[in-house]
């Protein structure tokens, strides 16, 4: 039993002299692995600090996303935020098509940022005749627009629940403001609302803000929203840069605004050029539609006072006589024009490089925005604002909001075509009354001045409808060319 005993204790003091040492092996081996890392860890943290020629091409496989965020969020520099006693909230719902409701976004920061209110990113136009299914976030970059105004106004994505909770119950007040307004107009009858309201849903927003008469600062602010915080998003900006890279690779090229697409003839009872069936679908088409309130139109009438867009035979005309190079690529910023190709028959006769997004793009990169037209106006925006020459046919909200941002971009060539006076020297020319140079020529001296060079605007106090319209001329900005817009 005694040797049992001794033999055991030595057999543990044994056991003890081996586990030790495995203990002091482990616990080194976990310093020296700790001490590694950190230095590591230190070494990475000062090659960001000193610049990439430190520890150039060793993975950052310790970085996560999260660090590699906030490390290019850091490179932002963000406006300060506006502090300010909110006096309620605005939700706007804007109708019409993209550049009309780019105006009226424009518009509704101004009247927010002026009245001390939150204003919540505005609904976009669904039930038009586009019917385009986009939301404000599908065509513009949304976070861009809230955080770089964010020094004049605050802006929400969505109602805050317990506000959100008020509208639903209808504790909220919804109306269309009054068209062509002054600011004095939002002063004393809209703001009284939002105060016993909290909420204030303004319905409509096409031309709610007057163009001339405001205080600078609300001018310079909607030029600031126009042509920095309303950028689209970046796939419609790569699919506008594709484009104008393919063009740009074979040499200059005008965008033409070629309004001749079903919906504005119908619209405007323009039936110039079209047969007895044609006319009639476009009858048919206005009537189906209660929104637009014109029904009976004498078509010659209109085109006569300047009132119809072009169609494809007088442009091919008119860019004739300007001295538009027979052989320069052509892009067609429109939509379907109305005939198809029978109607383009003569126009691509004379300009046979004519190219459209269709033509220079594959069909599976304009599948996600081909049923989606405000999408396609966007890249036809970008795509016109890069153009050697913009010609519009007709002046509609397009035409106006690219001549502006043309204007804004440094006077770039844009031929506004005087319709009124074109239509009565292309009737001359067909009757035998003009010889071609004679018509040329005095299609040249008409638009001698038309080239979206620097002028005033318009201003008639008794008529605003009729004044010219901000948007195509914001000559208030125009002085900020050189230098960054200024916050105001």
Same mark, same amino acid.
């Given at each position: ?52 020629? !430190? ?98 106004? %605050? ?52 031309? %709610? ?55 504005? !003839? ?16 476009? %009858? ?34 008119? !860019? ?129 001045? %038309? ?38």
């Amino acid at each position: 039993m005694e040797f049992k005993v001794l033999a055991s204790d030595r057999i543990e003091k044994h056991e003890s002299f081996i586990i030790r040492p495995r203990i002091k092996l482990w616990m080194t081996r976990a310093i020296t692995i700790v001490v590694l890392w950190t230095s590591l860890v230190q070494l990475i943290a000062l090659g960001e600090l000193l610049g990439p020629s !430190l520890l150039k091409g060793m993975p950052h496989c310790f970085s996560t996303r999260a660090v590699e965020k906030d490390l290019t969020l850091a490179k932002v520099l963000l406006p300060p935020k506006r502090i300010y006693r909110n006096n309620g909230y605005l939700l706007v719902s804007c109708n019409g098509g993209l550049n009309q409701m780019r105006a009226a976004i424009c518009d509704m920061v101004a009247i927010a940022r002026h009245l001390n209110v939150t204003l919540i990113v505005p609904e976009l136009d669904k039930a038009s005749f586009w019917a385009d299914s986009s939301d404000f976030k599908d065509i513009f970059d949304v976070d861009h627009f809230i955080t770089s105004l964010r020094d004049e106004v %605050r802006i929400l994505k969505h109602l805050p629940p317990k506000v959100k909770i008020r509208v639903e119950k209808g504790l909220s007040y919804s109306m269309p403001p009054i068209s062509w307004s002054n600011i004095s107009y939002y002063e004393n009858q809209v703001l009284p609302l939002l105060l016993k309201h909290k909420v204030i849903h303004l319905n409509r927003t096409d031309a %709610r803000l007057a163009n001339n008469g405001l205080p600078a600062e609300i001018q310079k602010l909607r030029c600031r929203v126009n042509f920095n915080a309303l950028r689209f998003t970046s796939q419609i900006e790569e699919l506008g840069r594709r484009i104008v890279k393919v063009l740009r690779e074979k040499g200059p090229f005008v965008a033409l605004h070629l309004r001749y697409e079903m919906d504005m !003839l119908a619209f405007s009872g323009c039936a110039h050029g079209c047969d007895s069936k044609e006319e009639e679908e476009l %009858r048919k088409m206005r009537y189906a539609y209660p929104g637009w309130k014109e029904k009976v139109i004498d078509s010659e009438l209109k085109r006569k006072d300047g009132l119809c867009p072009l169609t494809p035979e007088e442009t091919s005309l008119v !860019l004739t006589a300007l001295g538009i190079d027979h052989n320069v690529q052509i892009y067609i910023a429109a939509g379907e024009i109305y005939g198809g190709e029978k109607r383009m028959e003569s126009l691509l006769r004379d300009f046979p490089n004519l190219v459209r997004k269709e033509t220079l793009l594959e069909p599976s990169e304009l599948m996600y925005f081909q049923n989606h037209s405000s999408q396609m106006a966007a890249v036809d925006y970008l795509v016109s604002l890069e153009s050697d020459i913009f010609i519009p046919t007709y002046d509609g909200n397009m035409a106006k909001v690219v001549e502006g941002h043309r204007r804004f971009l440094g006077f770039k060539k844009s031929v506004l075509l005087d319709r009124r006076v074109v239509v009565e020297l292309i009737d001359q020319y067909y009757n035998g009354l003009l010889s071609w140079d004679d018509f040329s020529t005095a299609v040249k001296e008409v638009h001698a001045n %038309r080239m979206g060079n620097p002028k005033t605007r318009v201003i008639i106090p008794e008529k605003p409808k009729e004044e010219d319209y901000f948007y195509a001329n914001p000559q208030e900005c125009l002085q900020l060319l050189d230098e960054p817009l200024k916050n105001t």
